[in-house]
């Protein structure tokens, strides 16, 4: 079947079935701001949703099949089958479809360069930070982040410069819709094997997504991960620039004198080929965070940015929502929330919430059968660094329950390796264990890609009522 273009639509209307997400309501906010009508649907209500409502979209929770007569393209998210009520009300009608990655790509077609940031963990962390930068010192880009980052007003920011700034996402081979000049790879690890069937062919892709850097691109590599060294080996002779970022003095972007305050903020001098160029100081914690603005000064200095400038920039970089986040204080617990969904995500985020001195209570929520089927040794050990940990029912997303994976498997599992952990099935079980069991000072950290994050918001909420009834 011949591939949909965007271009063909103009003055139509776009309808996006799973708008509520974070890249198709970034998407949704582009389409409109280049003069097509746009209207979807997502699931389930949301802050998203009501957002878009605001702006005048006509968007609905549910499945709305009648929605689609009328429109000129219909757009998909990954987690939309075949068999959804809209997608097959388009078929009937013969309405073009097309997959959210392959509008991301055309879009971004428009523009003369594109940085895209790869990478198992991080992208959205390291996206927004180079996005916060760029846009700080006046290089005007278009940005799509898989998150949203105060510093841009959302999750996309239309530019006039002609370059564009993404995240590439590697599920279902998205990114090798998307054009490149400059790739920053960060690292590669396992994850969404349900997909890809093993390591060789996450490797494989990786490798397809550089092969499509041009004569002149730019590759930045984390130096330190074995994967990402293999499959950069594997990229045919061109002239393309290669540098690399890590920890080790021997890489072309290293710290100098990397070191951490009381809350775990990073602080280090930028060093390229064994010259400090700059003093940095971080207000988000962690070694993580530290590599993720190593790669972002890396990016602003291949692309000729003033590096002490960069560097100041970042001294105001707070995170992109759902990183990391402090949302809220309850009954002196300090609620955070992360969006890590897969067990290497989990121990960095665990890891982070540990420089603080605090008592760490994990809230996790797994994410998807097949992921934590995949993954299901390294789930039972993701939280050794935390004090106590809650797990919650398996989120879905776009699977089936298949009946041979379970919380309670995990539970049993992660009593095996000496972790004191509960099952707390749904929100309201969980906030119940943590109000009984939590206390002041603890760090309560909330972590999933699903919508654990309301979980905050839902004690938040009681907390507010119970001040104001008092």
């Given at each position: 079947?011949?591939?949909?273009?965007?271009?063909?639509?103009?003055?139509?209307?776009?309808?996006?079935v799973?708008?509520?997400?974070?890249?198709?309501?970034?998407?949704?906010?582009?389409?409109?701001?280049?003069?097509f009508?746009?209207?979807?649907?997502?699931?389930?209500?949301s802050?998203?949703?009501?957002?878009?409502?605001?702006?005048?979209?006509?968007?609905?929770?549910?499945?709305?099949?009648?929605?689609?007569?009328?429109?000129?393209?219909?757009?998909?998210?990954?987690?939309?089958?075949?068999?959804?009520?809209?997608?097959?009300?388009?078929?009937?009608?013969?309405?073009?479809?097309?997959d959210?990655?392959?509008?991301?790509?055309?879009?971004?077609?428009?523009?003369?360069?594109?940085?895209?940031?790869?990478?198992t963990?991080?992208?959205?962390?390291?996206?927004?930070?180079?996005a916060?930068?760029?846009t700080?010192?006046?290089?005007?880009?278009?940005?799509?982040?898989?998150?949203?980052?105060?510093a841009?007003?959302?999750s996309?920011?239309?530019?006039?410069?002609g370059?564009?700034?993404?995240?590439?996402?590697?599920?279902?081979?998205?990114?090798?819709?998307?054009?490149v000049?400059?790739?920053?790879?960060?690292?590669?690890?396992?994850?969404?094997?349900?997909?890809?069937?093993?390591?060789?062919?996450?490797?494989?892709?990786y490798?397809?997504?550089?092969?499509?850097?041009?004569?002149?691109?730019?590759?930045?590599?984390?130096?330190?991960?074995?994967?990402?060294?293999?499959?950069?080996?594997?990229?045919?002779?061109?002239?393309?620039?290669?540098?690399?970022?890590?920890?080790?003095?021997?890489?072309?972007?290293?710290?100098?004198?990397?070191?951490?305050?009381?809350?775990?903020?990073?602080?280090?001098?930028?060093?390229?080929?064994?010259?400090t160029?700059?003093?940095?100081?971080?207000?988000?914690?962690?070694k993580?965070?530290?590599?993720?603005?190593?790669?972002?000064?890396?990016?602003?200095?291949?692309?000729?940015?003033?590096?002490?400038?960069?560097?100041?920039?970042?001294?105001?970089?707070i995170?992109?929502?759902?990183?990391?986040?402090?949302?809220?204080?309850?009954?002196?617990?300090?609620?955070?929330?992360?969006?890590?969904?897969?067990?290497a995500?989990?121990?960095?985020?665990?890891?982070?919430?540990?420089?603080?001195?605090?008592?760490?209570?994990?809230?996790?929520?797994?994410?998807?059968?097949?992921?934590v089927?995949?993954l299901?040794?390294?789930?039972?050990?993701?939280?050794?660094?935390?004090?106590?940990?809650?797990a919650?029912?398996?989120?879905?997303?776009?699977?089936?329950?298949?009946?041979?994976?379970?919380t309670?498997?995990?539970?049993?599992?992660?009593?095996?390796?000496?972790?004191q952990?509960?099952?707390?099935?749904?929100?309201?079980?969980?906030?119940?264990?943590?109000?009984?069991?939590?206390?002041?000072?603890?760090?309560?950290?909330t972590?999933?890609?699903?919508?654990?994050?309301?979980?905050?918001?839902?004690m938040?909420?009681?907390?507010?009522?119970?001040?104001?009834?008092?």
């Open positions: 079947m011949k591939q949909a273009k965007l271009a063909d639509h103009k003055g139509q209307r776009v309808h996006m799973g708008i509520g997400g974070s890249s198709m309501s970034g998407l949704a906010q582009m389409l409109v701001h280049d003069g009508t746009v209207s979807g649907s997502d699931s389930a209500d802050y998203t949703l009501a957002f878009l409502k605001e702006m005048g979209l006509d968007v609905r929770a549910g499945h709305h099949p009648q929605m689609v007569a009328g429109a000129g393209l219909l757009v998909y998210s990954a987690a939309i089958p075949e068999d959804d009520p809209e997608r097959v009300e388009a078929s009937r009608l013969g309405i073009p479809q097309m959210r990655a392959v509008l991301l790509g055309q879009i971004m077609e428009a523009s003369k360069s594109q940085i895209c940031v790869c990478g963990h991080g992208k959205t962390t390291t996206t927004a930070m180079i916060q930068v760029f700080d010192l006046g290089s005007d880009p278009s940005v799509h982040l898989g998150g949203s980052l105060d841009i007003g959302g996309i920011r239309v530019g006039k410069s370059l564009f700034i993404a995240e590439a996402c590697e599920f279902n081979r998205s990114f090798l819709h998307m054009p000049t400059l790739a920053a790879l960060l690292n590669i690890e396992e994850d969404h094997l349900d997909c890809y069937g093993d390591m060789a062919h996450v490797e494989a892709a490798l397809d997504f550089l092969e499509r850097l041009p004569q002149e691109g730019v590759l930045i590599a984390l130096g330190s991960d074995p994967r990402v060294r293999r499959v950069v080996s594997r990229l045919k002779p061109m002239r393309r620039r290669m540098v690399t970022f890590g920890e080790d003095a021997g890489f072309d972007y290293s710290f100098g004198d990397l070191r951490y305050d009381s809350l775990g903020n990073a602080r280090f001098g930028f060093v390229f080929a064994g010259q160029l700059s003093q940095v100081s971080l207000r988000v914690p962690g993580y965070n530290a590599l993720h603005a190593l790669c972002a000064l890396a990016v602003a200095h291949q692309q000729g940015l003033p590096i002490q400038a960069a560097a100041d920039s970042l001294t105001h970089f995170g992109a929502h759902r990183r990391f986040e402090h949302t809220g204080t309850v009954q002196g617990m300090e609620l955070y929330h992360d969006y890590g969904h897969n067990p995500e989990m121990r960095a985020a665990i890891s982070m919430a540990r420089l603080q001195g605090r008592r760490v209570i994990a809230v996790m929520q797994p994410h998807t059968y097949s992921r089927k995949t299901f040794e390294d789930y039972l050990t993701c939280t050794q660094e935390a004090d106590i940990t809650l919650t029912d398996i989120f879905a997303a776009r699977e089936k329950d298949p009946g041979d994976i379970s309670p498997m995990l539970i049993e599992g992660m009593h095996r390796h000496g972790i952990a509960y099952h707390t099935p749904g929100f309201d079980e969980t906030e119940a264990w943590l109000l009984q069991n939590g206390r002041p000072g603890d760090l309560v950290l972590m999933g890609c699903g919508n654990i994050n309301l979980l905050n918001d839902q938040n909420a009681h907390a507010r009522r119970t001040q104001t009834t008092v």
